[in-house]
C-alpha cells in the first residue's frame, strides 16, 4: 500500500443463488469450517477491511461484516464485481480485491501478491492470475481497480455478463501461472464449490492437506 493512498477493500462476493448446491453453499464447512470463514481468514491477512456482496444478508449476519446487495440485480458476478468498486469508490479507495463465497483454499500469500502487483508501479485495472483453465486466468480471484467501472457498467449495458468480457477494454497485468504455482497448485488454490460432490473433493483435499 503506497504512503497516503487508503487501503483496497478485501471484497467476498456471495451475491448467487446456489442453485447447484441445493443450499447455500458458502455455509457449507469443509475441514469443520464453513467455506466462507475460510475465505474471510485468509482475505483477512492480507486486508485490512473486507466488505461483502450479498442479496440474502440475513444468511451472513453472523459474519459481521458490512454488507450491500448487488447494484445490478441479476448481473451474476459482474454485477457483484461493479458493487464492490462502486463501494470502493465511495469510499476513496483504489479498488477491490474480489474473491468468490466458495472458494476454500485460498492463499494468503497470492492474495498478498496480487496486492503488491496493484500497487506496483505499472499502471493496471485488474490484476489477474494465471490458472492454466479456458479462460487463462482466474476472475474469481484478482484486484480489480475503480477504473474498471466505466468497461463494466456499458458490458452490462449491452447485456453481457461475461466476466472477462471487459477485460478487452482494461490495463490487465497476468500473475504468471509459474509465479501463482509457488503458492499451490492453480486446481486446489481456485477449486469453487457449486456442488455436493465438489464438496466432497474439497473435504477429502482438506483431509489431505491436514494428514501431509
Same mark, same amino acid.
Given at each position: 500500500m503506497r504512503p497516503g493512498v487508503p487501503a483496497s477493500f478485501g471484497a467476498i462476493?456471495?451475491?448467487g443463488q446456489s442453485?447447484?448446491?441445493g443450499a447455500p453453499k458458502a455455509l457449507a464447512t469443509i475441514g469443520g469450517t464453513p467455506i466462507v470463514e475460510r475465505v474471510r481468514a485468509a482475505l483477512? !491477512? *492480507?486486508c485490512p477491511d473486507i466488505i461483502m456482496i450479498a442479496n440474502d444478508q440475513?444468511?451472513?449476519?453472523?459474519?459481521?461484516?458490512p454488507m450491500r446487495p448487488d447494484v445490478r440485480p441479476g448481473c451474476g458476478v459482474l454485477g457483484g464485481i461493479l458493487t464492490a468498486l462502486l463501494w470502493a469508490r465511495e469510499q476513496g479507495r483504489p479498488g477491490a480485491l474480489a474473491v468468490a463465497c466458495d472458494m476454500p483454499f485460498l492463499s494468503p500469500g497470492l492474495l498478498r501478491r496480487l496486492l503488491e502487483v496493484a500497487d506496483g508501479g505499472?499502471?493496471? !485495472? *485488474?490484476?489477474?492470475?494465471?490458472?492454466?483453465?479456458k479462460r487463462g486466468v482466474e476472475p474469481l480471484c484478482a484486484w480489480y481497480g475503480v477504473g474498471c467501472i466505466a468497461a463494466i457498467e456499458a458490458e452490462l449495458d449491452r447485456g453481457e455478463r461475461h466476466i472477462v468480457g471487459f477485460?478487452?477494454?482494461?490495463?490487465?497485468?497476468?500473475l504468471p501461472l509459474d509465479e501463482?504455482?509457488?503458492?499451490?497448485d492453480p486446481d486446489v488454490l481456485f477449486l469453487n464449490v457449486n456442488t455436493p460432490e465438489e464438496r466432497d473433493r474439497a473435504e477429502q483435499l482438506a483431509a489431505e492437506m491436514s494428514d501431509g
Open positions: 462476493l456471495a451475491g442453485r447447484r448446491y483477512s !491477512d *492480507v440475513e444468511l451472513y449476519a453472523g459474519l459481521g461484516l505499472d499502471a493496471a !485495472d *485488474v490484476v489477474a492470475a494465471e490458472s492454466g483453465g477485460f478487452d477494454d482494461v490495463r490487465v497485468r497476468r501463482v504455482r509457488a503458492f499451490g
